[in-house]
């Protein structure tokens, strides 16, 4: 197993994020049963907001043994991005619940509908004591992986949005303030929302290939092209091939034309990335001077020269 596909699996085992992904099934449909009998729409709202959790903790751990498997001829970079398609995917699902519930809110207020408060608060403090439970769980496996601290983050989120509804759902029963559940079903999808938004360009990023968002890659070119033995480089690209690994590939014009000079050179351009810049995969090609030509890279789109 590569360093790339490790991370937090030691503090997490499969079989505790099964018996997470269990447990949130059931309080979905416990939800929604109880969202249904009680009139409830934000308890519907935080069922859907944690079936979200629960498909992202299933798809974390589908991804996470995919993502074991070897480097073979057709995946020759291994496994290890299916992590990043299972949370576009989730982000995607994310977006989707987050729309749909606030436009059934505005449905709702067009048409109030009776609530049942007890049925609300029973129901919510159930939820609550599953998303803490599950919120612990998953808390071992979130070191050094984006996927589980984003399925941290949303269990954590769960139990706020379980609180909001115990509240509502007490307005409710002392006052008969119904607009309580509207308010508190906006208010979840707002952040399902946000939630979405906030790591979707990341997540498209890391598929399109894009520099990782930590490196500096004027400084990358700068510190190869100042190594000892270097005259100049060519077709620099960066790219993540998983969410803790790095790749870079360039075209070198050596001082020297000697092949011992250029593996030496590679040895100790590839410590230098390696130590400094955390790129653990790096791939050179020597090229003559007058037949490696300078590519031109634009800066990035809506930025000038003088941004940079």
């Avoid at 984006?146 to 983050?153: P, Q, S, V, Y």
Wanted: glycine content about 8%; overall charge negative; hydrophobic content about 50%.
């Amino acid at each position: 197993m590569s360093a790339g596909h490790s991370h937090g699996e030691e503090n997490l085992s499969d079989r505790a994020l099964i018996g997470a992904v269990a447990l949130n099934g059931l309080l979905t449909v416990a939800q929604i049963v109880g969202g249904i009998l009680s009139g409830s729409l934000a308890l519907i709202a935080d069922a859907l907001h944690n079936f979200s959790d629960a498909a992202s903790l299933g798809l974390a751990l589908v991804a996470r043994r995919i993502g074991r498997r070897p480097a073979d001829k057709l995946m020759t970079f291994g496994y290890a991005r299916a992590e990043i398609v299972a949370a576009l995917i989730n982000l995607t699902t994310l977006l989707i619940i987050g729309f749909y519930l606030l436009v059934e809110a505005v449905n709702r207020y067009a048409d109030p509908q009776p609530i049942e408060g007890g049925t609300v608060i029973w129901v919510a403090g159930i939820a609550l004591v599953i998303d803490v439970l599950t919120a612990v769980i998953v808390y071992r496996g979130t070191k050094g992986s984006l996927n589980m601290k984003a399925a941290f983050l949303h269990n954590v989120s769960d139990a706020l949005a379980s609180v909001g509804v115990i509240a509502a759902g007490a307005l409710i029963l002392l006052y008969d303030l119904y607009i309580a559940d509207l308010i508190i079903t906006v208010i979840i999808a707002a952040y399902v929302i946000y939630q979405g938004i906030s790591l979707l360009p990341k997540t498209v990023r890391l598929l399109m290939g894009a520099v990782p968002d930590e490196i500096e890659f004027d400084r990358i070119v700068d510190a190869l092209r100042s190594a000892d033995g270097v005259k100049d480089v060519h077709h620099v690209h960066i790219w993540s091939i998983s969410e803790h690994e790095r790749a870079l590939e360039t075209h070198i014009v050596p001082v020297s034309q000697s092949l011992e000079a250029f593996e030496d050179l590679k040895r100790r351009a590839r410590t230098m990335l390696l130590e400094t810049h955390r790129i653990s995969h790096a791939t050179f090609e020597a090229c003559m001077e007058t037949d490696c030509e300078p590519e031109v890279i634009a800066p990035p789109h809506g930025q000038d020269d003088h941004d940079h």
